[in-house]
Nanobody
Framework: VQLQASGGGLVQAGGSLRLSCAAS????????MGWFRQAPGKERDFVAA????????YYADSVKGRFTISRDNAKNTVYLQMNKLKPEDTAVYSC???????????????????WGQGTQVTVSS
């Protein structure tokens, strides 16, 4: 299983970025997906999650209303649209996958078995 995250970069506060995570080596439609982030010197935190069908989503309070997670099962890709970015959103963003027996999402690190390498997002003030 490989998860390849992309789309990070440098953006000014208030700007937007869209992250992508392309998955291979798995039947993507059977996996719940999540995004996590890790800022320098801090632990990795949950950002957003989506069920295998895309119907159910869940967000950290810190990004609710600004970030949107979505997926395209035909393209084996999950996205994270980030709007109204703040300097505190600066982190390495990683995607994760977990085989799902039912249509639900997962929001703890321990529930995910596969991880991508991450993409850097830097928000300047």
């Amino acid at each position: 299983v490989q998860l390849q995250a992309s789309g990070g970069g440098l953006v000014q506060a208030g700007g937007s970025l869209r992250l992508s995570c392309a998955a291979s080596g798995l039947t993507f439609g059977n996996y719940a997906m999540g995004w996590f982030r890790q800022a320098p010197g801090k632990e990795r935190d949950f950002v957003a999650a989506i069920s295998w069908s895309g119907v159910s989503t869940y967000y950290a309070d810190s990004v609710k209303g600004r970030f949107t997670i979505s997926r395209d099962n035909a393209k084996n890709t999950v996205y994270l649209q980030m709007n109204k970015l703040k300097p505190e959103d600066t982190a390495v963003y990683s995607c994760a996958a977990r085989f799902a027996y039912r249509a639900t999402y997962y929001y703890t690190e321990a529930e995910y078995g596969y991880w991508g390498q991450g993409t850097q997002v830097t928000v300047s003030s």
